[in-house]
Every structure is written in structure tokens, then in C-alpha cells.
Nanobody, 122 residues
């Protein structure tokens, strides 16, 4: 069983910063991709940023230049540094990991965090 635990959300003023963390625990052989998604009220969940095991990153256009994703493979943890936050960034942020559970089994599994609320006041 694999669990993802998020932290770092909260209330911040427009223009401020937050740093989200998501740590995985359990029976993990390796983690391929780590990502952050967000969902605002009455909107669909959308990709914010993702990072591969090799460190290649991909960002949604609306966060380029403001958010930075990084990972610590030794800690099975992904981070999202969010700067220059605006009220439009308010949402529940979810981490998503693509996990390989076994050296011999080729399949991967998708796991989601429980979500952390980010609120930005104007």
C-alpha cells in the first residue's frame, strides 16, 4: 500500500509565496513521474506541473515563471514552490505519483494525495 501525504497549503496574500510538499510511503520500488494538479470550485482538475525521474519538468502555461517543481528521490518527495500567487491560483492542490511497485512487475500504479487547500486573498 502506498500513501501520499501533502503539506504546505494555507492562506496567503496576493503576490505571496507558498511551498507545497508531498511525500510517499509504503512498498515503493521507484517513482517515475511526480506531479501537481489543482481543482478550483466548479472546475475540472488540471495539471499544474510534473517532473520525471530524470528531472525533466513540464508546466502549465498559467504557472510558467512563477511555480517551480522539484523532487527529492531519496525522500520520495515532490515540492511545488509557488511565487507571485494570485487569487486565480486558489484551489485544492493534489499530488500525483506514478509508482513502480516491483523490480520484476513492469506495470505502474497511479496514486493521489488527499489534497491541500491554497487560498489567496486579494
Amino acid at each position: 500500500q502506498v500513501q501520499l501525504v501533502e503539506s504546505g497549503g494555507g492562506l496567503v496574500q496576493a503576490g505571496g509565496s507558498l511551498r507545497l510538499s508531498c511525500a510517499a510511503s509504503g512498498n515503493i520500488f521507484s517513482i517515475n513521474e511526480m506531479g501537481w494538479y489543482r481543482q478550483a470550485p466548479e472546475k475540472q482538475r488540471e495539471l499544474v506541473a510534473r517532473i520525471t525521474s530524470g528531472g525533466t519538468t513540464n508546466y502549465a502555461d498559467f504557472v510558467k515563471g512563477r511555480f517551480t517543481i522539484s523532487r527529492d528521490n531519496a525522500k520520495n518527495t515532490v515540492y511545488l514552490q509557488m511565487d507571485s500567487l494570485s487569487p486565480e491560483d486558489a484551489a485544492v492542490y493534489y499530488c500525483r505519483f506514478t509508482v513502480k511497485l516491483s523490480r520484476t512487475f513492469p506495470g505502474v500504479y497511479i496514486y493521489w494525495g488527499q489534497g491541500t487547500q491554497v487560498t489567496v486573498s486579494s
